[in-house]
């Protein structure tokens, strides 16, 4: 079997009242992540980890953020494209690392529905969707809360042809 492993990073500022959409699930918060899409930072990160497997460029490349009609769009449509794009090329995910650098909320109490929504979407178990959380100790601009950061490491595999 054909096994690649892809790298991912993704970073969106807060802001005041906008609403904050990370691993698909909506958060309740005062602050919200901000961006062309519905800037879900770990769901980027996800999809620039699953391209770079399949050295297939990046997430800027396959959705920028110039294309008006991607204003705005669920994330979760831009996973389930991506994981069409490495699909074209006979990949698929074998499982998913991440870490989501966020001070403030606690995603602990989400991370299930997160595992079982990205999970969902890639065709593959919960239990193949790793998510971890850490604060940066309110150092830096995730510690001053002034942005979410996320990294993803990405298994793929390709049956032997
Ligand atoms: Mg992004």
Known sequence: MDMRVGFGYDVHRLEEGQPFWLGG??????????????????????????????????????FPDTDPTLRGIDSKILLQRTTELIAQKGYRVGNVDSTVCLQSPKIGP???????????????????????????????????EQGVAAYAVVLLTKEAQ
């Open 110 to 144: 989400h991370i299930e529905s997160m595992q079982q929504t990205l999970a969902g979407i890639m065709g593959l178990s919960p239990d193949e969707v790793s998510i971890k959380a850490t604060t940066t100790e309110r150092l830096g601009f995730v510690g001053r």
């Open 25 to 62: 699930v909506r958060l309740e918060h005062h602050l919200g992540a901000t961006g062309h899409s519905d800037a879900d930072a770990l769901i980027h990160a996800i999809c620039d980890a699953m391209l770079g497997a399949a050295n297939m460029r990046d997430i800027g490349h396959h």
